[in-house]
């Protein structure tokens, strides 16, 4: 792989981190950097993310899984580079995915027929993040997470959040995470508007990536989320 590549892979993962980290911040975690390998929380993390994300490839599975906390049901693991084994420690492979760029200033793409006329806003307020997270943003969410560097972006129809995604700063790059609905033209409008001068990056698997490569995007490199399985 290239050098340009490997550098696009890296921030892409730090960005990952750097959303985690606030996301576990704001439920009262303390997760910790190992130098510039590793971010892992030594307790369980909140649902659906990761007890650990490696930052660089090569990173010693056992480095990994004495960050963090097995002994509890669902630990997991974001293996960015897909070059860890933790069979040994009892993980298995939960999913495969793609790491996906898109470089500033590219075009917009059209809005999707279902997307056309959606009126696009960040979520201010507690309240208005919950009907965010009602209408398929996931969550929950703590309203601190709502700051400089954080948007959740929603699309609205008749003033009803109908799309909606997550835009994070970290890296160098904007990460696009918890994409809902016909979202990839109003999310990277968005996205463009606040920070035209930085690449976005995500990733994605199956049906929803070829939607993001519609948008735009190149499919960049592998990636692997192990679950603890015993």
């Known amino acids: 792989m290239d050098e340009a590549r490997m550098g696009l892979l890296r921030r892409a ?3 990952n981190a750097a959303w985690c980290d606030a996301v576990c911040r704001a439920h009262g975690l303390a997760p910790r950097y190992d130098g ?15 007890d650990a994300v490696t930052l660089e490839p090569g990173v010693p599975a056992r480095n990994v899984v004495r960050g963090v906390d097995i002994a509890s049901h669902g630990c997991s693991v974001k293996d960015s580079f897909a ?8 993980f298995e492979v939960l999913f495969e995915a793609q790491w996906i760029h898109r470089p500033a200033g590219a075009p917009l793409p059209e809005a999707e027929a279902e997307a056309a006329g959606l009126e696009w806003s960040e979520v201010s307020g507690a309240e208005e993040l919950a009907a965010w997270e009602a209408a398929g943003g996931g969550g929950p969410f703590r309203p601190g997470l709502l700051g400089e560097g954080i948007v959740f972006l929603a699309g609205r129809a008749d003033g ?51 939607a993001a490569v519609r948008a735009g995007f190149a499919a960049i490199g592998p990636l692997r989320v192990w679950l603890f399985a015993q």
Do not use: C, K, M
């Not at 510039?36 to 990761?50: G, K």
């Not at 070059?83 to 009892?90: I, S, T």
């Not at 990460?175 to 990839?184: C, D, E, K, Q, T």
């Open 83 to 90: 070059d860890l084994d933790l069979v040994g420690a009892g």
């Open 160 to 210: 009803r959040i109908v799309a909606g995604a997550v835009a994070s700063t970290g890296g160098g790059v904007v990460g696009v995470s918890n994409l809902f609905g016909a979202a990839w033209a109003g999310v990277l409008g968005a996205v463009s508007d606040r920070w035209p001068e930085l690449d976005v990056v995500g990733y994605e698997h199956g049906e929803d990536l070829e």
């Open 13 to 15: 993962a730090v960005n």
């Open 36 to 50: 510039e390998q590793l971010w892992s929380s030594a307790r369980r993390t909140p649902p659906l993310y990761p």
